[in-house]
């Protein structure tokens, strides 16, 4: 027996392993796309910590950061006292939003649920209004409040926390107004939108919190004239736009942020994963107005900001902001190179569905059958929890009905390690359709 094998005994029998999909494997380490168990396998990682190891894992200067900072301080948060960390990292933060007047404050939380908390907070003492409205499919965090938002498991923990309204998303592959163009469909959820404002919140709503992209929700990419016609209708309304850019940050779709892409600039960001290098650490960011709302004591947190976390935000922002230009253009070439293989899948496997993304946000929604969309809800957690694993590649599943697959691998990746994935989806799927009799 493999020290992998007797550790996952163990591992079940003292932790609560019933609450999730795991990848059976026991980790050691990780280096840039590479990731390795206890026995010296190697895994190359196409989740990337469910897109935190954005830069690859373990980027240059990202450990002796933590260390050097670990020898000095280690307890202590950025709201009993201040650190130069906590300055650096700010300063780190706001350098990724060129747009001074309207990105000029952050504020860091420990994870991205609570950024997002945070975030609606401030938008209720700016506007004073109640309301809270999200989209459909969208996710934004764990937490009681954020959990609630995005439908899953509504049933059994909710009903949803009073003050909150779901409107639709323009999910182009299944618009949920019926079989039209993307556009239309973007304009329909726009219009059933502004419907809620006016009769279902009577004006009573202080902001709209959305992903540009649904990431667990499936990789859903919208109309890319989505924002801008939504932008227009909140702010006759004054309601604030958050941008959960949680996982779509920093690079992830081939531009730092993915609202450069669709036209719009949001009221507040919230950004999390890639930007902390794998540290717990969130950051919502805005304008020193919108900031203005909050009152003394409004926020603390005992861990958060700590100096070792805001050293590593530093550490990982500075290594993007140095190599800028080569990560973004390579996430670009990446991604359509890995679009254009995905596309040769697309035409030899009738279990792909839809293959859409932008940059190195790529998602593949698996059917039992192109014309009734069946999901493939089994079969793309086979590939991904046992068949790529068995193959030496991670993928995570996403999507409302869990027959997503993620493809998100490091902004450092090469050709060769696409290569590699899209060989190893191709076995896979071949032997799914032959085994089910899938045409
Ligand atoms: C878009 C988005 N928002 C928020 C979160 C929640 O972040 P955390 O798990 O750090 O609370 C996630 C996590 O996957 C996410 O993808």
């Known amino acids: 027996m493999g020290r992998s094998e007797e550790l996952l005994k163990e591992l079940d029998e003292y932790l609560m392993t019933n609450l999730y999909p795991t990848h059976k494997i026991v980790v050691r380490e990780a280096r ?55 300055l650096n990292a700010a300063k780190a933060v706001l350098s990724l939003f060129p747009d001074k007047n309207l990105y000029n404050k952050v504020h860091f939380k420990l994870s991205g649920s609570e950024g997002i908390e945070l975030a609606l907070k401030i938008a209720k003492r700016y506007t004073k209004n109640t309301y809270i409205m999200y989209l459909m499919g969208g996710y934004h965090g764990r937490t009681y409040l954020t959990g609630s938002y995005h439908g899953m498991r509504r049933r059994e923990y909710g009903p949803l926390p009073p003050g909150t309204l779901i409107a639709p998303f323009p999910y182009p592959y299944r618009c949920p107004f019926g079989d039209m163009p993307p556009e239309e469909c973007g304009k329909a959820a726009v219009e059933t939108i502004e419907y809620y404002i006016n009769y279902v919140a009577i004006k009573d709503v202080c902001c709209l919190v959305t992903e540009p992209i649904q990431g667990v929700g499936g990789i859903v990419v919208p109309p890319m004239d989505f924002f801008e016609r939504l932008k227009k209708v909140l702010d006759t309304y004054g309601i604030l736009l958050i941008f959960d850019e949680v996982q779509s940050g920093m690079g992830r779709t081939g531009t730092t942020w993915a609202f450069e892409q669709f036209n719009v600039k949001p009221d507040i960001v919230v950004a999390a994963k890639g930007m902390t290098g794998g540290l717990p650490a969130s950051a919502v960011v805005t304008r020193k107005e919108i900031t203005s709302a909050m009152q003394l004591n409004d926020e603390h947190s005992t861990f958060g900001a700590s100096a070792i976390i805001m050293a590593a935000v530093k550490a990982t922002v500075d290594y993007y902001n140095m190599h800028k230009e080569e990560l973004l253009s390579n996430a670009k070439k990446m991604g359509e190179y890995a679009m254009k293989r995905l596309m040769e899948l697309y035409d030899k496997h009738p279990l792909i569905g839809d293959v859409r993304g932008l940059g190195l946000m790529i998602g593949i929604e698996l059917v039992k059958n192109r014309k009734t969309k069946e999901p493939a809800t089994k079969e793309t957690s086979d590939i991904c929890l046992n068949r790529a694993l068995k193959r030496g590649v991670l993928f995570v599943t996403s999507g409302w009905n869990g027959n997503v697959i993620r493809f998100a691998p490091p902004l450092t990746v090469k050709q060769e390690h696409i290569d590699k994935a899209i060989e190893v989806l191709d076995k896979s799927l071949g032997e799914i359709e032959k085994e089910e009799n899938i045409k």
């Open 32 to 86: 840039d796309i590479y990731v390795y168990d206890v026995d010296g396998n190697a895994y190359l990682d196409f989740m990337t910590v469910v897109t935190t190891a954005l830069l690859g894992h373990n980027p240059p200067g990202l450990a002796d950061a933590i260390a050097e900072t670990a020898k000095r301080l280690i307890a202590g948060n950025g709201y009993n006292w201040y650190t130069e960390e906590l």
